[in-house]
């Protein structure tokens, strides 16, 4: 379940929140001074988890070249 960090539009105050994915966080109210609305930031935990293990770079033709199969010059 993914961390998420809100700050309150108040006082500023920033509480973290574990939430499901899809939630948001309309209903939290700030602990300190109790308006709700509070802001959700982006948190390292998120971009972690939706980065995942990273892109694969393709095999490519690069390093040693394609075998050059049935281009047919004589
Ligand atoms: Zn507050």
Known sequence: MPLY?????GCGKRIEVLQ???EDGKLLSCPECGVTGLRRLLSATAIQVSGGS???PGPGCGAGGCPAGGSGFS
């Open 54 to 56: 990273g892109a694969v």
């Open 5 to 9: 960090e809100y700050e309150c539009p």
């Open 20 to 22: 499901k994915m899809g």
